[in-house]
């Protein structure tokens, strides 16, 4: 193993094991910062045996190429992958000084508006999947409905990550009470009630339908086969029912997560418990929902604006 493939090892192995960072995360480093290291070692006229020798030039020109490449978004992500490798260097006392430290790192990154479902295309496509359960020809086709109309109603009733919906477990759900245990991003818990009735009905029948793949699976939402439910089966899911409800949309679950922050803050709900409802870390990444609430400010400046006074 060469020295820069260690270095990138053993910081891996530090995020993991001791920072106890999300598997996605880690892997997202390994990526970033091992396509760091064959950017350097191919445009370094000199052979590269460290990645602690790396100076602010070869910075420079790296982020240079990443602007060339890449959305700014990624660039920001992969800088930040970088300049996390080098603050691990500083604490190890592996380098004496930080080569970010000697260039300026400034770009506009732009506003991307999340994307939201309108009101009455979630209720047709929530209307198709439950006409596809209670008009099923098989028993099958009816039992994967009904799961399929669980997964919808919980995207749309809590505004969870797909992520965290796929990795539910049996014991995370408490349909007594209506709560459900979520297990956020760097594994942070957060607790979500469910405010709809009809949502629990779905899911207790679902449960009560699938309980024995669920015993068996220990995760709450199962596949055909009794293994845990993927990401890519939920989006070909909601795939297959936009198809069949004709709608000229392309939806992803994400967009349920937006639909559902954005909604509640039209109607009034404090940005705070928006905040905690979706897990973030900060209310900085949640007030981009305030960029997307136009029909509240149509309301606001029709009610409230004085030009509505005027007789002219």
């Known amino acids: 193993m060469t020295n820069t493939k260690l270095e990138i090892k053993n910081y891996l192995d530090y995020c993991s094991l001791q920072k106890r960072l999300d598997v ?61 490798l080098f603050h691990y260097f500083e604490y190890r006392d592996l380098i004496m000084q930080n080569p970010f430290s000697k260039i300026q790192i400034k770009f506009r990154e732009p506003t991307i508006l999340p994307k939201t479902i309108p009101l009455d295309t979630i209720e047709h496509l929530l209307k198709t999947i ?34 965290e919906l796929c990795s539910l477990r049996a014991d995370d759900i408490n349909l007594q009470d209506g709560t459900i245990l979520i297990y956020g991003k760097g594994s942070k818990e957060r607790r979500i009630q469910l405010g709809s009735p009809d949502v629990i009905a779905v899911l207790e029948k679902y449960k009560k339908e699938f309980s024995s793949e669920i015993e068996n699976c220990r995760n709450f ?3 055909q086969s009794g293994r ?31 639909t559902f922050a954005t909604s509640l803050l039209e109607a009034d709900v404090d940005i705070r418990y928006i905040q905690e409802m979706l897990g973030h870390s900060s209310i900085n990444i949640t007030e981009i929902y305030t960029h997307v609430a136009v029909a509240k400010q149509r309301d606001i400046l029709a009610s409230k604006h004085p030009r509505k006074d005027f007789h002219i």
């Open 130 to 163: 439950y006409h596809w359960q209670d008009n099923a020809r098989t028993s099958r086709q009816r039992k994967e409905a009904l799961r399929d109309t669980a997964v919808c109603e919980l995207l749309f009733a809590t505004g969870m990550r797909i992520s």
């Open 24 to 84: 996605k995360t880690v892997k997202a480093y390994r990526i970033d910062l091992t396509q760091f290291a064959g950017y350097i070692s191919r445009t370094q006229q000199t052979q590269v045996t460290t990645l602690t020798k790396t100076t602010p030039d070869a910075l420079e020109l790296y982020i240079s190429h990443l602007h060339q490449t890449y959305k700014p978004k990624t660039v920001k992500r992969k800088i930040a992958s970088l300049k996390a």
């Open 221 to 223: 939402f199962v596949n």
């Open 228 to 258: 845990a439910l993927s990401d890519q089966s939920v989006r070909r899911m909601i795939t297959k029912y936009t198809k069949l409800a004709a709608i000229d949309l392309h939806i992803t679950p994400h967009m349920f997560r937006h």
